[in-house]
């Protein structure tokens, strides 16, 4: 970290894309440490990296994820932290088969239906949503394409957890860093995802259709595959409004963010 208060940020600056080298075959690079090796084609990203430049991936190809590819994903899955080390989790894959299509099938019906209300509920129509070409309006066409191709989604993860005390934040800490995890590990290898709630309101269908038991619970929906498309930088508030120093409020200077960081506006307002 420069003293200036700056900081090294490049990791930050660089442009988020999935570099895929066209000449040069990395297939033949050493993960090293027992981490399996890269898929051709894809260079490496470091850690920083790819934790400050992961975008939500909602436009995917047609391409099936490889048995390799899908297997690293969630080797690194699983190899996320959870309380007491007591691993609760469980990752339900969806692929190709007919059971995974009828589940795919009933998610897309519930994510039609809870995006339309959220876009209505969001206002995603008015104001600026109503020009084509404003972010709203983009980020409105990017939801619709997503709930509307959803059953050609490669790979559904279904992540799941037997709270084994209560319900609380606590015991969801030990299932969503496995998620983040499956993202990382994706976007390491050349694909990209999004985690998501739209389960909802097929929950009881779901679990009857897969055979979950009914103490476990499906804590999200995690949508993986080749991204389509560039993908912006990642946006998010200030970091100055979401660190405090020794207290809550208090200000703390020395959290810098690189210069030229882009900062999200206000989440879309619910009208009252
Ligand atoms: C707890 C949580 C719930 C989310 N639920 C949904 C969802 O139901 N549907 C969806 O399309 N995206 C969902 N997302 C994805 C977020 O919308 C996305 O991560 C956020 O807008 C930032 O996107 P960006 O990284 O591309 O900037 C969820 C993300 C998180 C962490």
Not at 24 to 51: F, K, R
Request: include cysteine; hydrophobic fraction near 40%; proline fraction near 8%.
């Amino acid at each position: 970290m420069a003293s200036d208060g700056t900081g090294d940020h490049r990791y930050a600056l660089q442009p988020f894309a999935y570099r895929r080298l066209m000449d040069d075959d990395m297939s033949d690079l050493p993960g090293g440490n027992g981490i399996p090796w890269l898929p051709a084609g894809v260079a490496p990203v470091g850690l920083l990296e790819g934790l400050c430049t992961t975008r939500a991936i909602r436009r995917f190809r047609d391409d099936a994820i490889p048995d390799k590819d899908l297997a690293t994903m969630c080797f690194a899955a699983t190899r996320a932290p959870t309380g007491s080390n007591r691993q609760p989790f469980r990752l339900v894959v969806l692929r190709d088969g007919p059971q995974a299509a009828a589940a795919k099938a009933l998610l897309g019906a519930s994510f039609r239906r809870l995006w339309n209300h959220k876009r209505s509920a969001d206002g995603y129509d008015r104001g600026t949503g109503a020009e084509t070409t404003s972010p709203k309006a983009r980020q409105a066409r990017t939801m619709d394409h997503f709930v509307d191709h959803f059953e050609d989604t490669p790979v559904v993860v279904l992540a799941c957890i037997r709270p084994w005390r209560g319900t609380d934040l606590t015991v969801g800490a030990s299932v969503y860093p496995a998620c983040q995890n499956l993202l990382l590990a994706a976007r390491a290898l050349g694909y990209g995802g999004v985690l998501t709630m739209w389960h909802g309101a097929v929950d009881r269908e779901l679990h009857d259709l897969l055979a979950i038991p009914d103490d476990v619970i499906i804590a999200a929906t995690v949508a993986l595959g080749r991204p389509v498309g560039r993908h912006g930088t990642v946006r998010r508030r200030p970091i100055r409004e979401l660190v405090f120093d020794g207290g809550w409020d208090q200000p703390a200077p020395w959290a810098t963010e690189p210069e030229g960081t882009r900062h999200t506006g206000r989440p879309p307002a619910r009208p009252t």
